[in-house]
């Protein structure tokens, strides 16, 4: 049993409160200052209102000026914030983690040096750590194919707990693992969190092809567009592959949970998929941006941006070659270019032999 | 341009015809016995009475007593059966086929020896076929996600053909190639033979998600079960991966169009998903075939018997471990052991680290 304080009150930091307080631990959420009506729902009826479910006993809500004494206190620090807040967490984190702490990062996602070096969001925190401190902090993440209603209704998942140390990612495994629930550990933990960060930017492909039936007036006709999804999918999956790769992640990560699984999910559906099909209509991404999605928090998008753009400047220093990653340039050229859908077919599945 | 005879007159040979048509290609449907219907349809009105859709000029449809004629005036032959028939086919092509003309498959499915040896179709095929005659053509198959009726409609489509002469596949794809209809060429014969066989069986339990919800009356719940499918999904993949690698391909063809691909568009409906759904909502297998798809067509279940058999021979053989291949394993025991659905998740992810 563990006391579990988590910062950040969204879906998924509070469906993980699901699994966690059945197994008996004490889960503390913690709201941002962008989640007081979360926390102060929480309080007064138990309910999340996002996710519209009851939380468990067990689950406790605080505002985040509560913050301090609440992480103080804890065995396992969550970071649920999303890939936007990656910054102001590390700094909250930063000044209130103490040694022999374990956090486990549920925030996905990736940012890149102006050179195009690219760092998973775990690295990002750690450099907001007194260099002492973050050697005596144990690093985790989750990752795997899990949208976070799922988990809160019990519904059968599968995930891997990645982190350096193999005893610490097995500890933090046994506090979450229940009989639907179910956990597996991993010490390729710059794979995982690449695949995780990576299979964003595909899910937001995915939209593509429901937007150009939509177009066409076809989106209820006998046949739809499954062929181009797959193809879209297929090459993503080379390219998610490839990145792991790169990173210094085990190839074989792609194949599993962390990236195939994970890319499948997210690519069922989402405010990434509804994006792409908006770009599949044929309107270019700033309108759908500023008009459609206003304000919608996009991971998918905004990893095309900080990928997509770090690959720009790799292919100018020589790091890559220009026939590389072809999907998520091609991607990054829409949402920053407002590049129209014409699909480079021609430019994919380089290699096969 | 080509004269292109197709053994076989179902949705998949039919819808072939459209892109190979408009390329100036002449292409003729041969008829089955089990085809009569459908030739008649097309000789008399065009329309392919499954597909929906009116054949293309340049595309005429014999029946089968004049596939001898058809075949002997033929440059490329086309197996378009479905992989009941593959005996049958072979019989009819050995018999017909002359030397120099080039055989391209469609059918998708494995076949095994007594011993659990397991033999890719084009091999199937071969074995019916005089050795010198076998020696003079050239074999070849399409592989890759293509929902037939999205080929007819003009709607993009990756594949692969493959073959183990680069120039005869190359040759055969210029056949085939038009702006929606993207070939790209392998001389990986058996690993995308393998890995578009294999697809098929995770197809059965990409259904077993929405049986489950069916079950529990939660089908239109805010919150359904894509962790679930997601999880299968990847543990497909990995297992399409192996037996890929298993058979003497390339482990990255599980990877692109012809493995995770081609899984991805089976795994999105038809009739393998249909069937696994029937299970999830908890009715045996064997009642499932005897009542509600009586006479259905599953290339997915046939391809669970073979394959899930052979690999109970090779493991009573040594030839792989217990714990091998835990998905296609536990859908061989439901559909021939009419297992419950309580699925394995503990044997999945083997050797992650």
New interface residues.
Partial sequence: MARIAVLGSGIMATALSFPASENGNEVDLIGTFLDREIIDSIQRTGVHPVL?LTVNEGVSAYQLEEAEEVIARADVVMCGVNSFGVEWAGKQLASMMRPGQKLLVVTKGMRADEDGTLHILPEVLRSYFDPDLAEQISWNAIV????A?????H????V?FCGRDKEDVDDLADLFRTDYY?V?????FVGHETGAATKNMYAFAAGFAQGLLRKAGKED???????????V??QG??EL?SLITMMGGKPET????G????M??TS??GRNVKAGAFVGEGIPFSEVQDRYMKEVTLEGVAAIKVIGGALERQAERGLIGPEDYPLCRFLYSVVEKDAPLE?P??T??QG??
Same sequence: chains 1, 2.
């Fill in positions: 519209g795997g194919p899990s949208i209603g799922e988990v809160a209704v519904h059968d998942t599968c891997v179910h597996w550990t991993s010490t390729d006709d006998q046949y739809v567009m499954y062929n181009y999804g797959a193809a999918f297929a999956q080379k592959r792609g194949d599993g949970l990236g195939v699984g994970d499948f999910v069922m559906g699909m077919w021609d994919f599945f096969l032999s």
